[in-house]
């Protein structure tokens, strides 16, 4: 089973047919809405709104950790993850798909591992923090997409809700960040310490901070949001029926000596 995740603009996907609408309970406490459960070119696909249905749950308050074990109690082993963010560098000008390869984690305040306490502490590798055999698919994917894709991007991750200061956009392109956003991380890492495959797409929705003349708008990301999803949505139902059944990386050994 393969699950996605939407981020602003992305509620749905057209052509997956929806059969069932799923609550979970987690010992983590509720996961931002329903899971979606619905059939696409015979596979099944679970769909999760980061934000909830209605949008009402910040970047920095999303359950990462309850969304997350929501998918593996549903028994999802890869997960496409969808999110909205600026673009840093020269090659990530609005309305780019950028297929992440990289992460730096700039958040402050999040619950971002299943073990502590009695669950006991864990060490992933991370080196790689994007699954490199849905990545691989996510490229193939794109060849068959008219749209403009960036095959490899580093995502910064900020604390959010607020937008960036000027100089702080001048520190992550010092620091080699070509996108900026709020909600990669700890999902992706999460996702890692759950064995679970996780790829990320990020939808470049403006320039940010302090790269474009005029004031950055909710309006201005959510435009170009609704601008891309026609050829986003095309490059998910393209991958997804590239999946292959079987899993062929190391994400689902993620934590085979990783745990003290
Ligand atoms: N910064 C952080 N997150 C974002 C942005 C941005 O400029 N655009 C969309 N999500």
Sequence with gaps: MTGIIGGSGLYQISGVDIRKKVRMKTPYGPPSGSYLIGEFSGRTI????????????????VNYRANIWGFKELGVERILSVGAVGGISSRTTPGTLVVLDQIIDMTKARESTFHEGKAGVVH??????????????LLDASRRSTAAIKKSGT???????RLETKAEIRFFARIGADVVGMTGMPEASLAREAEICYAGIAVVTNSAAGLQKRKLTVTEVIETMNK????????????????????GCSCKDALKKAKI
């Design 155 to 161: 995502y910064v991750c900020t604390e959010g809700p």
């Design 46 to 61: 679970v769909f999760l709104s980061r934000h909830g249905e209605k949008h009402t749950v910040p970047p920095h308050k």
């Design 124 to 137: 992933i590798d991370f080196t790689e923090p994007y699954c490199p055999e849905l990545r691989k698919i």
């Design 228 to 247: 891309t999803t026609g050829s986003l949505q095309a490059l998910l139902k393209e991958a997804l029926v590239k999946i292959p059944l079987r899993r």
